[in-house]
């Protein structure tokens, strides 16, 4: 289960009020990639994916955290009902489906932690799963930006992007080019989160 458009813009408002800061707008533009795709692949729902895209990051209501964003959102949204955000909210970070690839600080207890590889390790990645995974690194705070410029701003801000996180990265891309039968950067074009915002309330 997942929100309407609507409820997900209440829960994103809400959340950046607890927690100001351009992962708002880095959300919104997730979402407008996210949506702009599903339109153009077979079977995939542009509605679903502009919210599982707006929603991703929504743990970060909780305050400025690393991997504790990660289990905060996906918490929060299975406490709140909405199963399918709560899965996005987990694999979003984790385009090979380990834990052990995250970027960033293991700011989260021993059992979080644990709690967190085993859910992971019992999830089986689908479309949306890799979908949100490609436009989380397709979307800066500005707007759209080539992936791999967005993950140089990655690698500069953690120090490390590993190799092998950055080739599953292209390679989600590629697929995705594929199915859409379409260059991404033609699908999504250079629409700034300040756009798509004013376009969606």
């Known amino acids: 289960m997942y929100p309407t458009k609507e409820k997900a813009?209440?829960?994103?408002?809400?959340?950046?009020?607890?927690?100001?800061?351009?992962?708002?707008?880095?959300?919104?533009?997730?979402?407008?990639?996210a949506e702009r795709i599903a339109r153009k692949c077979p079977g995939m729902d542009a509605e679903k994916a502009w919210v599982l895209g707006l929603?991703?990051?929504?743990?970060?209501?909780?305050?400025?955290?690393?991997?504790?964003?990660?289990?905060?959102?996906?918490?929060?949204?299975?406490?709140?009902?909405?199963?399918?955000?709560?899965?996005?909210?987990?694999?979003?970070?984790?385009?090979?489906?380990?834990?052990?690839?995250?970027?960033?600080?293991?700011?989260?207890?021993?059992?979080?932690?644990?709690?967190?590889?085993?859910?992971?390790?019992?999830?089986?990645?689908d479309d949306y799963d890799r979908l949100i995974q490609l436009c989380d690194s397709l979307a800066g705070a500005e707007?759209?930006?080539?992936?791999?410029?967005?993950?140089?701003?990655?690698?500069?801000?953690?120090?490390?992007?590993p190799q092998s996180k950055w080739d599953k990265n292209l390679e989600l891309k590629a697929l995705f080019e594929q199915m859409a039968g379409e260059d991404i950067y033609i699908i999504v074009g250079g629409i700034g989160a300040g756009q798509r915002k004013e376009q969606t309330t």
């Open 9 to 33: 813009e209440e829960l994103l408002a809400d959340a950046a009020q607890c927690n100001p800061g351009p992962w708002e707008a880095h959300s919104h533009v997730t979402a407008w990639c």
């Open 55 to 125: 929603l991703h990051d929504i743990g970060r209501k909780f305050g400025v955290k690393h991997l504790g964003h990660v289990y905060d959102g996906w918490r929060y949204m299975l406490e709140s009902g909405y199963d399918e955000v709560a899965r996005i909210c987990l694999t979003h970070s984790f385009n090979e489906g380990k834990l052990e690839s995250y970027i960033g600080k293991f700011d989260i207890t021993e059992e979080e932690t644990e709690a967190l590889r085993q859910a992971l390790a019992h999830t089986s990645f």
């Open 143 to 161: 707007g759209v930006m080539d992936i791999e410029d967005r993950m140089n701003d990655v690698k500069r801000r953690y120090g490390q992007f």
